[in-house]
């Protein structure tokens, strides 16, 4: 057998070469497009479709009227294809525009009307493959139309129907340029197939499919390229944004070491290693007198820039607190008075305060709901002392705390510390745990206060290895040297 190329034929060949060149390279440039893996994997079926169809169009045609059995049984084939891959493409259509006009919540109906229709059109197209319902082909096999032709548009309409409802109803929603798309897509080849009632020969349906589709997908891969270009210098932005505000953190807390060089009656260290970019633990430690060191350490409910804010103005009140009362009671009640007048975010904070007296080595503290600290005296081992606990600051106005001393005698450390040190989780969440920590301290007593806060980070590192930060890790350790004689 062979196929005569006329005019019209060439013309079609040439039509589909160039609608599957195409979207051939439309698919490869989608591939490298700056958009979701989902969306890309969504375009590129779409285009294989859009190819498969005009493909098995033009099949068609091409051996429309060849006599023989085994073109008879390719054309019944080829024609279910062609039909059922119209209704996917129709399908795919509506689920593109509902997505953007409905949330998902809301389409969930409309999806599932969407499926529905589609099942009917499948189904129709199996018992045309089988039976004589919407098309047929003689015996010259030469495809004729049915009566109920109409039924193989059926589905397709009602979902382009749909599609034109939710155009105008949300046009809010599109962007004039995904609209006319939109339009574009759903006309053309109506109009094509209108040109093609007084021009059979030539598949105009082919150049409008093509052209109406790839123009529609680099509208919208153009838009999301320029929203993911936008996003992209939003992002970075907001980047410099938080290496600024890490950077402001880190300069509100004490970070040069030693702090005091000329000082040989006390050693200390301290650091916060913030899950996030900013966080919400501090520390702080600062001389109220020549004979007082104030130290404090605290958790704030929350993270990242919420709680740093949250941080940075506790700390400054508690300072400032301590620095004029210079007793850890008042000021913490002073503190968690003036941050509950305006705590419209009900956030909190946990705070150990002591005030260490220099000379005599009396330790005296107070407790807002933070976690026990860490006690070791000369020739003994580290241990946890359960302190009294009071309430957390901003939670409650009219709070009281309770005050309480620990002598600490020359060579004493004490060792402090937040929640997200004990609660350090490993990948099969099993916490780090307080038993743990008090075990690392003793694993190398004689350390300094720097030695001893790099032990217990890279003991905590070895424990969760691979798994994520949840919670900022503060530490702060003191070693009490006491005054020459």
Known sequence: MTITLGIPNLINFFMISMGVGVCGLFILQIRKAPIRRQIRRYFI????????????????????????????????????????????????????????????????????????????????????????????????????????????????????????????????????????????????PLLAMLIQSFYAEVQFIIFATVGAAVNMFAVITNDLTKKYEDQRVEASRIDTELTMATRIQADMLPNIFPPFPDRKDFDIYASMKPAKEVGGDFYDFFLIDEDSLGLVIADVSGKGVPAALFMMASNILIQNYAMMKKDPKAALEAANEQICLGNREEMFVTVWLGILDLKTGLLTAANAGHEYPILKNPGGKFEIYKDKHGFVIGGMSGIKYKPYEIQLEKGSMLFLYTDGVAEATDAALEQYGTGRLVDALNAKEAATPRETIENIYASVDAFVNDAPQFDDLTMMCIKYNGQEK
């Not at 429309?64 to 062609?82: K, S």
């Open 45 to 188: 079926l779409f285009l294989w479709m859009v190819i498969g169809y005009i493909t098995l169009h033009l099949t068609r045609e091409l051996l429309n009227g060849r006599p023989g059995e085994a073109i008879r049984i390719a054309l019944r084939l080829v024609t279910f294809f062609e039909f059922l891959i119209s209704g996917f493409m129709t399908f795919m259509l509506s689920l593109m525009i509902l997505y953007i006009a409905l949330p998902e919540k809301n389409g969930k109906t409309v999806l599932k009307i969407l499926v529905g229709v589609l099942a009917l059109h499948t189904a129709l197209m199996v018992v045309s493959q089988f039976t004589d319902l919407c098309y047929l082909f003689d015996s010259a096999n030469v495809y004729r139309r049915t009566k109920l032709y109409l039924l193989s548009n059926l589905a397709p309409a009602l979902m382009i129907a749909q599609d034109i409802y939710l155009l105008i109803r949300f046009r809010g929603k599109f962007t004039r340029r995904t609209a006319v798309a939109f339009w574009i897509y759903l006309i053309a």
